[in-house]
Structure formats: C-alpha cells, structure tokens
C-alpha cells in the first residue's frame, strides 16, 4: 500500500476547516465530519486511536461512541472518495490498527505546507524567501482550526501554528529589508508590534526598516514605544539586541545604511522579488521565464554555462509533461544561444533534446511557423558535428535540411532574431564536406548584418568568431585578427567572458603560425587555462593535447611526435592520434592495425585537421586504401588550411595533398617491378 493518498482533495485549516474538491469547490460535510476529519489531520498522518477520538470529540460519550465514530468516519469516505466503488479498500481515510489514519499528501494540507514555507525559507536566498512567505502567509484565512478553537486536543496545534505564522510575518519583513523594500514592509510590521507588542524582533524590524527609509527620529521614536510598552505591560526592559540597535541609530552606523548594497543587486532583488510574488509558482509563464533566464544565464560562462544547460533541460522536460506543443515549442526555442563550438558539451542530452523537438514539431498547429522555425534550428543546432547516418531518413527532419527549413521561415516572416538563430543552425550543419571556408564566411557576414542592424549582441560575437575562423582557413591571419579583436570589444561591452576562451586560443594559433614552436607551446599552455572551469567539456576535453601535436606535425618534427604518449587522455581525438604517433615511434605494424577500417572524423571544425593527422600516418607506413581515403576527403580543401576552428592546425592540405601525391607516384613503379 502506498505510504500516501495522492487524490484531488485539498485541505485547509489556517482558518476555518475546509475540504475542497479538483475543482476548488468545498466539499458539503456535516459539523461532526469535519471535526473528525480536523483531528485526523492535526496527527500528521499517524494513526489515531478510536478511543483517543472518543475523549477529544466528547465530554460525555453517547451510548455508543465507537459505532458513531464509525458512521462518522462512513460518512466522511463517501465525501472524500466519491467515485470509489463499493466495497473497494480506502485510500485516503485508511482503517489501520486500533484506529483511522489521513493518508494525504504533505502538500495537501496547508498547515503542512505553510510549515515547509517556513521551514526552507530559512535556507533560500531573501528575494526568494520574500515570495515563499508572501505566499505561504496567504493560506491564512483566520485563526487555525477556528471552528474548533474551544476544543481542548486543538490548543497546543494553534498556538504552535500561530507562533509560526508570527515568524513567518517577521522573516517576510527581514526578507524585505534584505531586497531594498523596506517601505513595503513598514505598514505590516507598525500592525504586526500593535497586536504582538512583546515580540522585540519585530520592533527591531519596524526601527530597521524606519532608517532606511530615511527616518531616523521616527525609528528612535518607535524605540521609545517598544521601551514604553514593555515596561507598562510587562515590567521589562528591552533586550540587548533592541538596545543596542537604539545606540546604533543614534550613532547613524554605517551597517544600517541602506546605501551600502550594491544598487544593481538591490534592483535585481526587488525585480526577482516582485515576479516572484506575481506569478504563480505553478504558472506555465514561469517555465518560459525559465528557459530564457537560462539563456542568459548560459553566456556569463563556467558553472552559469553548466547550470543553463541543466535547467533547460528540467524545463524542457516539464513542459513537455504537460501534453502542450505550443508551450514546449516555446520553452526549447526561446534558448537561442549562438553556438561557434561543433562539438557537443553534452551528447545524451543533445540526443534527447532533438528528440522532444521533433515530437514537438509534429504535434504543432500547421500554421504556428515562427515556433516551427525555431524547433527546426534547435534541432540543427543541437545535432552539431553529427554524421548524416546518424539521422533517420524517414522522419523529414534531418539537421541540414532542418536548418534551411528554419532559414526559409525566417525570411519569410522577417524576423531578424530568427533568422540569427536559423544561420546558426546553417553554419553548425556546414561540414557536410572539406573545403567550404568560404561558404561558412558568407555564413558569418550575414548573420554579421543582421545581428548589428538589430541588436543581437550575441549574434555579433558570433558573427565575427565565424569569420575568424573562415580566414584561418583561408590563411588570412590578419583578417583574422581583426575579427577577433571585434569580437572582444564586444565581448568587453556586454560582459560576455566565454568569448576570450575562443580569442585567446586564436592568438595562440597566430603564435604558431608566425613562430617558433617553444613560443607556441607555451601560448597554448596559457590559453589551456582559460579552458578550466568554462563549462564547455566538448571543447576542453583533449584539446590540449591536440594541439600540441599539431605543432609537431606542422613542424614534420618526428622526434616530438614520437615522444607522445598514446596512453595519454586525447579526449574524442584518440583514434585519430594513435596510429600517428605510433609512426612516429616506427611501430608500422602497430600503426596499420590502427588504422585499419579508421573511421572518418566527426564532420565539424576539426574535420581537415584529424584527416591531415590520419594522413600522416597513413603515408608514413604505406597503407594506400587509407591515403586514397584522404585524398578524397582532403581535396575539396586543397586551397585552404586545416586550421578552420580558429584554435589549432596542422598546416596548409596541399602539403598533405603533396606527400600523399608524392607516395603514390613511387609506389607505383616499385609495385610493378616485383
């Protein structure tokens, strides 16, 4: 048997004691009912002896109190499961041992929730604290249990409920102060000392909140009447603490000046604190607030980076628990942070993502084409440095072609910031083959245009990290270099520091590029750090390492490729690396198993570089079906070089071109002289 009943019914004793049903209508009981059901609920889901009900429900029994109780306890099923059929067990109002039991969710019942409210409150930070007791203090409808306030077993619950309530008013008003809303909190405090005068903290509260609305003698003012009215009511003197606060004001402390918080998070505290006690909890606006919090949030870098991408997904999943397409093609669109990147931080939840947008996409209102197209560059985005045989053919939706669908929408409706979004999509499906450096900068100048005529600053980081990139490859250092420096002033003026990981490591390939290998290495060593804590593993995770062999093979520097270790962490390049350095080491036959039925890399930034890496080996140890592999795969690149990620190369493809040229036109003669 389940430890609780999760049925529809809500109970309420924060006042006069109420059960309502789904619809939030009360449910018809008599008084006795209610009084039983009340007692019930005051033992939190432990068992009630029918004898203890006896003694509480009267001073003198009738003839036969366990019989009524038990027709009471009849009548009150029948209120609280109607549609349970006859002679079926119970689920809520459970016979257990010598007595009856409420099996109720805790969140049923909003004495039980209003402990919780205060309970975690304690723990949270104060705009949430604020909108957790605001809300909670809003379930009180009056005394509690008051239908029931003469009754001797409700006493102690009462006065333990409303020295709660009694708390919760006063850590309300301390979250309040804490958020610079201190005026708000000044009408509810000056009732709350009226009616409570001996709670001290509460004066201490009303004085606080005085001073920092710039009333000083009325906060010493309020003082002297908390002084006055213990010692008329209750022959005391104030506490230390409310003491000490008196000297404290007189003396203007500089802890009790509001002007020391920094305004920008006093803003931030006020505005959080303000949604949070507008909107709803259960709201489905919140998941769409939600997922574009976490846009923003994913930009400011390293744990930010890494909770965005957690949280998305919570919120992507719980709209989708809802059965709403319109609301989850929202909740996954509106994170439309640009992606320069190829490889994914987080593959299983990349996967399961696309999935949800395609299921999505399908349960859409035909003509809902803006939520479409931003589903559609979801799942182009989020597929990036897939394979096509890793799409279904079946399901219309494969990432390139999911990409100019959202692209064609786009234009059509002649939204910029869609359009943004659809280019990126484009750009991130732009590997279908080597070679295309400068269709991925006409890529970068449109989404350029259009993120500088709009304001899209992200878009114009990204603009720029892809033209970056697209002159690496086309051996344009200084056009390069230009971008790069454009996409930290931007960077700069929105504080965006992701984008320095990305610059920082072009300069360290412009180091490369122009000079010894000593320099290099120790510019990619310092660009490594940047990597630490940025929350992008699908960039970090062997990069390293990479790169520092591509300077070797740059260098053709055997000697330094050999000294490698294959047992080293090369992150995902690793069957691509082995049989290089394998090589290098003149372990041929080792290198031919390793590259015996290698598969082709990952078409995304590092395509041209890993074939130029299988290249090498291949040409090292002769094995002609691999070097015809390469040759193939590096020739549309054949003007171009392998650095088009921006971050590492390993020199011009015609190079490579050239050594798998030079290989086949000897082997061949030696081949047919045997």
């Given at each position: 048997?389940?430890?609780?009943?999760?049925?529809?019914?809500?109970?309420?004793?924060?006042?006069?004691?109420?059960?309502?049903?789904?619809?939030?209508?009360?449910?018809?009981?008599?008084?006795?009912?209610?009084?039983?059901?009340?007692?019930?609920?005051?033992?939190?889901?432990?068992?009630?002896?029918?004898?203890?009900?006896?003694?509480?429900?009267?001073?003198?029994?009738?003839?036969?109190?366990?019989?009524?109780?038990?027709?009471?306890?009849?009548?009150?099923?029948?209120?609280?499961?109607?549609?349970?059929?006859?002679?079926?067990?119970?689920?809520?109002?459970?016979?257990?041992?010598?007595?009856?039991?409420?099996?109720?969710?805790?969140?049923?019942?909003?004495?039980?929730?209003?402990?919780?409210?205060?309970?975690?409150?304690?723990?949270?930070?104060?705009?949430?604290?604020?909108?957790?007791?605001?809300?909670?203090?809003?379930?009180?409808?009056?005394?509690?249990?008051?239908?029931?306030?003469?009754?001797?077993?409700?006493?102690?619950?009462?006065?333990?409920?409303?020295?709660?309530?009694?708390?919760?008013?006063?850590?309300?008003?301390?979250?309040?102060?804490?958020?610079?809303?201190?005026?708000?909190?000044?009408?509810?405090?000056?009732?709350?000392?009226?009616?409570?005068?001996?709670?001290?903290?509460?004066?201490?509260?009303?004085?606080?909140?005085?001073?920092?609305?710039?009333?000083?003698?009325?906060?010493?003012?309020?003082?002297?009447?908390?002084?006055?009215?213990l010692a008329e009511q209750f022959g005391i003197d104030p506490g230390p603490r409310l003491r000490r606060l008196e000297q404290d004001?007189?003396?203007?402390?500089?802890?009790?000046?509001?002007?020391?918080?920094?305004?920008?998070?006093?803003?931030?505290?006020?505005?959080?604190?303000?949604?949070?006690?507008?909107?709803?909890?259960?709201?489905?606006?919140?998941?769409?607030?939600?997922?574009?919090?976490?846009?923003?949030?994913?930009?400011?870098?390293?744990?930010?980076?890494?909770?965005?991408?957690?949280?998305?997904?919570?919120?992507?999943?719980?709209?989708?628990?809802?059965?709403?397409?319109?609301?989850?093609?929202?909740?996954?669109?509106?994170?439309?942070?640009?992606?320069?990147?190829?490889?994914?931080?987080?593959?299983?939840?990349?996967?399961?993502?696309?999935?949800?947008?395609?299921?999505?996409?399908?349960?859409?209102?035909?003509?809902?084409?803006?939520?479409?197209?931003?589903?559609?560059?979801?799942?182009?985005?989020?597929?990036?440095?897939?394979?096509?045989?890793?799409?279904?053919?079946?399901?219309?939706?494969?990432?390139?072609?999911?990409?100019?669908?959202?692209?064609?929408?786009?234009?059509?409706?002649?939204?910029?910031?869609?359009?943004?979004?659809?280019?990126?999509?484009?750009?991130?499906?732009?590997?279908?083959?080597?070679?295309?450096?400068?269709?991925?900068?006409?890529?970068?100048?449109?989404?350029?245009?259009?993120?500088?005529?709009?304001?899209?600053?992200?878009?114009?980081?990204?603009?720029?990290?892809?033209?970056?990139?697209?002159?690496?490859?086309?051996?344009?250092?200084?056009?390069?270099?230009?971008?790069?420096?454009?996409?930290?002033?931007?960077?700069?003026?929105?504080?965006?520091?992701?984008?320095?990981?990305?610059?920082?490591?072009?300069?360290?390939?412009?180091?490369?590029?122009?000079?010894?290998?000593?320099?290099?290495?120790?510019?990619?060593?310092?660009?490594?750090?940047?990597?630490?804590?940025?929350?992008?593993?699908?960039?970090?995770?062997?990069?390293?390492?990479?790169?520092?062999?591509?300077?070797?093979?740059?260098?053709?520097?055997?000697?330094?490729?050999?000294?490698?270790?294959?047992?080293?962490?090369?992150?995902?390049?690793?069957?691509?690396?082995?049989?290089?350095?394998?090589?290098?080491?003149?372990?041929?036959?080792?290198?031919?198993?390793?590259?015996?039925?290698?598969?082709?890399?990952?078409?995304?930034?590092?395509?041209?570089?890993?074939?130029?890496?299988?290249?090498?080996?291949?040409?090292?140890v002769g094995d002609a079906p691999v070097m015809a592999r390469a040759v193939a795969q590096l020739s549309p690149a054949a003007a171009?070089?392998?650095?088009?990620?921006?971050?590492?190369?390993?020199?011009?493809?015609?190079?490579?071109?050239?050594?798998?040229?030079?290989?086949?036109?000897?082997?061949?003669?030696?081949?047919?002289?045997?």
């Open positions: 048997m389940n430890a609780h009943y999760s049925g529809p019914m809500r109970f309420q004793v924060l006042g006069p004691v109420i059960v309502r049903d789904e619809t939030g209508e009360p449910v018809a009981l008599r008084a006795r009912h209610r009084e039983v059901m009340a007692r019930l609920i005051l033992a939190r889901r432990r068992v009630v002896p029918v004898g203890r009900l006896v003694d509480d429900l009267w001073d003198e029994p009738p003839a036969d109190p366990v019989g009524a109780i038990r027709t009471f306890v009849a009548g009150l099923r029948r209120a609280l499961e109607p549609d349970r059929p006859p002679r079926t067990p119970a689920r809520l109002l459970v016979t257990e041992g010598p007595g009856y039991v409420l099996r109720a969710e805790p969140d049923a019942v909003d004495a039980w929730r209003f402990d919780d409210a205060v309970r975690t409150a304690a723990e949270l930070p104060a705009a949430q604290a604020l909108s957790r007791l605001t809300e909670a203090l809003g379930w009180w409808h009056g005394f509690a249990y008051a239908d029931f306030a003469d009754s001797e077993w409700t006493r102690a619950e009462r006065a333990r409920l409303s020295e709660q309530r009694l708390l919760a008013v006063e850590r309300r008003a301390a979250a309040q102060l804490a958020t610079g809303a201190a005026a708000a909190a000044i009408p509810d405090l000056d009732v709350h000392v009226a009616e409570h005068p001996w709670r001290e903290d509460a004066w201490q509260l009303l004085a606080t909140a005085l001073y920092a609305c710039g009333r000083q003698a009325d906060a010493l003012a309020v003082v002297g009447r908390a002084r006055a009215m004001l007189l003396l203007q402390a500089e802890h009790l000046d509001p002007g020391v918080t920094d305004p920008v998070e006093r803003v931030w505290e006020q505005a959080r604190a303000a949604y949070d006690s507008a909107v709803a909890s259960r709201t489905r606006t919140r998941l769409e607030s939600t997922a574009g919090l976490m846009r923003d949030l994913a930009v400011t870098g390293g744990g930010g980076l890494e909770a965005a991408r957690r949280h998305r997904i919570a919120a992507v999943a719980a709209a989708d628990q809802t059965g709403d397409a319109r609301l989850t093609a929202r909740v996954i669109g509106i994170y439309d942070v640009p992606a320069i990147w190829t490889r994914s931080d987080d593959p299983a939840s990349d996967r399961w993502l696309v999935t949800v947008a395609e299921k999505t996409i399908r349960r859409l209102p035909e003509h809902d084409d803006a939520d479409r197209a931003r589903l559609l560059a979801t799942i182009a985005v989020e597929s990036r440095g897939a394979l096509p045989t890793e799409h279904r053919a079946d399901d219309g939706l494969r990432p390139l072609r999911a990409a100019r669908a959202a692209e064609e929408i786009a234009r059509r409706l002649r939204d910029p910031s869609l359009l943004a979004f659809a280019l990126n999509g484009v750009f991130m499906q732009s590997f279908e083959r080597a070679g295309m450096a400068r269709q991925r900068d006409a890529l970068g100048a449109e989404v350029l245009s259009v993120a500088t005529g709009n304001n899209l600053f992200t878009y114009e980081v990204l603009g720029h990290l892809v033209r970056m990139q697209s002159h690496c490859a086309l051996a344009d250092l200084e056009g390069a270099r230009r971008h790069a420096a454009a996409a930290d002033a931007v960077a700069r003026r929105y504080d965006l520091p992701l984008v320095t990981v990305f610059t920082d490591w072009f300069r360290a390939l412009r180091t490369a590029e122009t000079s010894d290998i000593r320099a290099a290495e120790a510019a990619y060593e310092a660009a490594a750090v940047a990597l630490d804590g940025a929350g992008m593993p699908g960039l970090r995770h062997g990069l390293l390492p990479l790169a520092l062999l591509s300077l070797a093979l740059r260098h053709r520097d055997t000697e330094r490729i050999a000294s490698f270790d294959t047992g080293r962490d090369w992150g995902p390049y690793a069957p691509w690396v082995r049989p290089a350095v394998l090589a290098a080491r003149g372990e041929i036959d080792a290198a031919r198993t390793a590259l015996r039925d290698i598969a082709s890399p990952p078409r995304d930034l590092l395509f041209e570089a890993l074939w130029a890496v299988i290249a090498y080996a291949a040409t090292a171009e070089t392998t650095a088009q990620s921006g971050l590492l190369g390993v020199g011009p493809v015609r190079g490579y071109l050239d050594e798998l040229s030079t290989w086949a036109r000897i082997a061949v003669p030696i081949h047919r002289r045997r």
